[in-house]
């Protein structure tokens, strides 16, 4: 409706100004009509620039009126920017001017008209004589009478023609109406030049005719429709103005009257007439008028500022609307960056505003109340990098930074992830379609790019808290010195007999325990001077700090050092510290590929987080799950494969995964070394796998409520995983080391480990020249039996075998459920190829010996008498069905007397050609 009225009101008062000037230019000559369309420019040019020095002038005392009135805080804070007065008078100016435009344009059009009105007249009575005379024959000698009348006709006709034009406004020249005195002079003069015969005088030269009077109305119309232009300049740009407030502002408050006012102004905005004059140049010439220079490099136009107040509020409102669907919101939010790009106000003014408040906070001051943005625990440091790159922008800077951030605000709210994030912050990094362009953007922007760095060092942070890393080197040398302080302190209390050994143990395993590789002559010397350096017992952190600067210390490998700082303490540790996982990202690409890549990394990283909040990271398999984490991680130039090689060497070393495997710190960085190497070819997850799967099946095999079959099956699992890769990292971790914490006595570590490392070895190369899925099986069985009599050493009893049931079998343990009948061990390691060839060149380690060695594993245990049968008639069994060609072959025999000798029972053949229990016996 308002559209309506605001367009037959516009059309008519443009008819009422063209239609008035269109008469009025009818009684014009041409000339004068030209010369009030040329006043019409020269005010309306005029008035342009000098409402604008007016408006500055104005603005810059208002300004220092008004700057005492405000609060003292928005005050302050405008004192501190150097450009804060031009800003505040720029849009002072850019209000005001507008309104002087209109008042300089009408005082400037009278004043103009009434110039070019005088000239006007002027200009025709020259014109008129000239015509005149130009017309007139050439006249004899007149009497006095005759020139008397001749002289009053003329001034009669003079004063006619000037009283016209007052009364006409404009030097219209038409017929003389001649009052009766004018009438008769002209009578006789015209008789007298009659009888004289003179030629006739013209005076249509300087009359109106029709083709001077359509020109005429032409230029009448268009003063008319220049001055309606005028008027419409400041009410187009105003109209456009309030329509954008107003639709933001019943956007978030829908009252009646405000959506009134806002038809109102939609109405007065957009209806035909103030769009079509906006678009020829009512607009253009409206922002010229309320553009305004800031610091005289920069200029702002107030539509330009407003309009990206209303759209930053409009993609705000987009954005918390659930109603509006993403995209749209989204292409709201992008709509904030082009009209960023159009204002200046921010740029110039954003940049100053930062710098002053950064000078405060970096004095620990607040900025006229606002305190320094801060963040909890390890994400400080991404919200000081964020405030580093905002506070040391500049104009140019800003723009581009903007637009990365709009953009990254864009995708979030395209994907949902802003709402989403308030009720699961977590969700986020699983939206990999999402993360991936949001990393691609920062990596584009130089700087910005730094951030995906700190963003990456975050999260490696996070997770090494989750694993209780040591999370710097100062901490970690200070934790030593406290250490070293307080275990020196507790042998000074003991008797002086029992301090050297006592103080010699101690400075071993403390650097063991640091990893420190020190010789163990260097250990004992630096306990000696312990002794000597504290001997009145008084030993303080400070003072230990200085003992250790001055002691030197010889490391295995030859090198000398001294423990003066943390950086050489750190430099020397095999420990790993987070702070020494570091981001070089001058050589990341700011490609599609890398921000996919981190992409992964970031999602790979909240799925081990959730892992370890959940308590999910518990038991052995759980090893397996820092696979996919360390292979997003290697496949990202960010992150780099040897930051993720320091980052699997700290979880191996971790408290958490020396409870689950028993790695000692030397171990687990042997091992993380062993997987690093081997995993360029297969990655991570696979080895990983492989040395879960490992790690469970030997606490199977140690546990009483383990079942032999769920043994087997994850001895099979296993064996479908290994790898020659992963099998030579099995082997590493069949270290003496890992077999006592898992039970197995000390006398027993050593060969059960280098069975078990053989056990890896032979099955992979075997794997590794093809086998079935039957020949899986049954190595699976015999690996499964194999491990239960290497590490049947874990058990307290005196048995070997599981109980049959048979009740003339006695001494055997009927408790035991990961167990095996001597058949069920005979049987399984019978059938299959590697196994037995792995208890052969166990119980044959002496290769200069023609005999088994008997319990080569160190058990300490021998079979009871009904497991001896079970194990002989076993055998019998399997020998009774042996051709006699390999009864005959000494290799063959050797399985048999190898099987016999790893549970500690000696096989020969008898004179009847069997097997009997007796090596002495035996018969040739």
């Not at 017929?175 to 008769?184: F, I």
């Not at 959506?259 to 769009?275: C, F, H, I, Q, R």
């Not at 964020?386 to 500049?394: A, C």
């Not at 009948?821 to 052969?840: F, G, K, L, R, W």
Request: aromatic content about 6%.
């Amino acid at each position: 409706m308002y559209n309506i009225i605001f367009t037959v009101s516009l059309i008519i008062l443009l008819l009422l100004f063209v239609g008035l000037t269109l008469l009025k230019g009818k009684r014009h000559v041409w000339y004068y009509s030209v010369s009030r369309i040329a006043s019409i420019l020269i005010s309306g040019v005029a008035s342009f620039f000098l409402s604008g020095l007016l408006s500055d002038v104005i603005a810059d005392a208002v300004y220092g009126i008004l700057i005492d009135k405000i609060p003292e805080n928005v005050s302050g804070i405008l004192n501190d920017l150097a450009s804060a007065p031009n800003v505040f008078s720029a849009l002072i100016t850019a209000l005001l001017a507008p309104i002087f435009f209109v008042i300089f344009f009408f005082i400037l059009k009278i004043i103009l008209n009434c110039i070019a009105k005088n000239i006007c007249i002027a200009v025709g009575k020259n014109q008129a004589k000239k015509n005149a005379s130009a017309e007139e024959p050439e006249k004899k000698e007149l009497s006095e009478a005759e020139k008397e009348a001749e002289a009053t006709a003329e001034k009669t006709e003079t004063v006619e023609l000037t009283e016209t034009a007052e009364t006409t406004d404009t030097p219209v020249l038409t017929e003389a109406s001649a009052e009766p005195d004018g009438k008769k002079a002209k009578k006789a003069k015209k008789e007298r030049t009659k009888e004289e015969k003179p030629k006739k005088i013209k005076r249509s030269s300087y009359a109106l005719t029709p083709k001077a009077n359509a020109v005429g109305m032409l230029c009448g119309a268009f003063c008319g429709l220049l001055m309606f232009f005028v008027i419409m300049v400041p009410f187009v740009g105003v109209a456009s103005i309030a329509d954008e407030v107003m639709d933001l502002v019943t956007s978030i408050v829908a009252q009646e009257t405000l959506l009134t006012v806002n038809e109102v102004t939609d109405g007065a905005a957009n209806n035909p007439v103030s769009k079509t004059f906006g678009t020829v140049g009512g607009k253009a010439v409206y922002n010229g008028l309320t553009t305004t220079n800031i610091d005289g490099k920069h200029k702002m136009t107030l539509s330009d500022e407003i309009h990206l107040i209303t759209t930053a509020g409009d993609a705000v409102m987009a954005t918390i609307n659930n109603d509006v669907p993403r995209d749209e919101a989204a292409a709201s939010v992008r709509e904030v960056e082009v009209a960023f790009n159009d204002s200046d106000l921010l740029p110039v003014v954003l940049p100053e505003l930062l710098a002053a408040a950064n000078e405060s906070w970096e004095k620990g001051e607040d900025f006229h109340g606002i305190e320094k943005i801060t963040a909890s625990g390890r994400a400080q440091p991404v919200v000081d990098h964020l405030v580093e790159i905002l506070v040391t922008s500049d104009y140019d800077s800003l723009k581009s930074d903007t637009e990365t951030v709009i953009e990254i605000l864009a995708i979030l709210v395209e994907h949902d992830a802003i709402n989403t994030a308030i009720n699961d912050p977590s969700s986020i990094p699983a939206q990999e379609e999402m993360t991936a362009p949001v990393f691609y953007e920062l990596l584009k922007n130089e700087r910005f790019s730094p951030m995906v760095g700190t963003l990456a060092e975050f999260g490696i942070q996070y997770i090494g808290d989750q694993f209780q890393l040591h999370a710097h080197r100062d901490a970690l040398y200070s934790e030593f010195i406290t250490e070293a302080t307080e275990k020196t302190a507790a042998v000074l209390t003991l008797d002086e007999g029992y301090r050297p050994e006592q103080m010699e143990q101690t400075y071993i395993n403390l650097f063991d325990d640091y990893g420190l590789d020190v010789s163990e002559d260097s250990a004992k010397q630096t306990a000696a001077l312990a002794l000597e350096e504290f001997s009145d017992g008084a030993v303080t952190e400070e003072s230990m700090k200085a003992f250790l600067a001055k002691t030197e210390l010889t490391l295995n490998d030859g090198n000398v050092i001294k423990l003066d700082t943390a950086d050489t303490l750190a430099h020397n540790s095999l420990i790993i510290c987070v702070d020494e996982i570091t981001f070089d990202m001058s050589k990341v690409p700011a490609t599609e590929t890398e921000s996919e890549a981190l992409a992964k990394a970031v999602h790979e990283i909240f799925t081990m987080t959730k892992v370890l909040w959940s308590g999910e990271f518990s038991d052995p398999s759980s090893i397996q799950k820092l696979g996919p984490l360390l292979d997003a991680l290697s496949n990202t130039e960010t992150m780099g494969h040897d930051n993720t090689a320091h980052l699997l060497t700290g979880i191996l070393q971790s408290d958490l995964v020396h409870d689950h495997i028993g790695f000692s710190l030397v171990e687990a960085t042997e091992m993380a070394n062993m997987i690093f190497a081997k995993c360029e070819t297969q990655g991570y997850t696979p080895l990983l796998k492989s040395l879960s799967d490992t790690v469970e099946v030997i606490i199977f095999t140690t546990s009483d409520t383990v079942t032999k079959e769920e043994v087997t099956a994850k001895v099979e699992t296993l064996l479908n995983d290994l790898t020659p890769e992963s099998a030579e990292v099995l082997q590493q971790l069949a270290s003496t080391e890992v077999m006592v914490s898992q039970g197995v006595p000390e006398a027993s570590a050593e060969p059960v480990s280098n069975l078990v490392s053989n056990m890896f070895g032979n099955l992979a190369s075997s794997k590794d020249s093809g086998m079935s899925e039957e020949e899986y099986k049954k190595e699976a069985e015999a690996t499964s039996s194999l491990l239960n009599i290497a590490l049947s050493a874990t058990s307290s009893d005196g048995s070997i075998f599981k109980d049959t049931g048979d009740d003339s079998q006695t001494g055997t343990d009927t408790s035991k459920v990961n167990g095996m009948t001597a058949s069920e061990y005979i049987d399984s390691v019978m059938s299959s190829t590697v196994i037995t060839q792995t208890i052969v060149d166990t119980a044959y380690a002496d290769d200069a010996s023609d005999s088994p060695a008997l319990d080569p594993l160190n058990t300490g245990k021998s079979l009871s008498e009904s497991e001896q049968t079970q194990v002989l008639n076993s055998l019998n069994e399997h020998w009774a069905n042996a051709t006699e060609e390999e009864k005959a072959s000494e290799d063959y025999f050797k399985t048999y007397a190898a099987i016999g000798a790893i549970v500690n029972f000696p096989i020969a053949v008898g004179e009847d050609g069997s097997l009997i229990a007796q090596a002495t016996e035996t018969a040739q």
